[in-house]
């Protein structure tokens, strides 16, 4: 999936259903002669700030707050 740098998605935690906004701050792309990669960095709420890889995090990401609630209430 596509994202752009600023970008805001949101995060539906699997076993929970807790919703986390996150920041699209970064998109690297990676060129070597066998393919093309692409990864997004999500920075998190908080005091901290922290920065995450969108590949490495196990929560469902939704770009659309109505595509979130339409999943919610879809699974409740």
């Not at 600023?6 to 807790?18: D, E």
């Amino acid at each position: 999936m596509e994202y752009n740098v600023g970008q805001v998605v949101y995060l539906l935690g699997n076993k929970s259903f807790t919703i986390l906004p996150a920041l699209i701050v970064e998109e690297v792309i990676r060129k070597t002669i066998e393919e093309q990669t692409k990864q997004y960095i999500l920075e998190l709420p908080g005091e901290n700030k922290k920065r995450v890889v969108l590949d490495n995090i196990n929560e469902r990401v939704f770009n659309d707050i109505s595509d979130l609630r339409d999943y919610m209430i879809e699974n409740t």
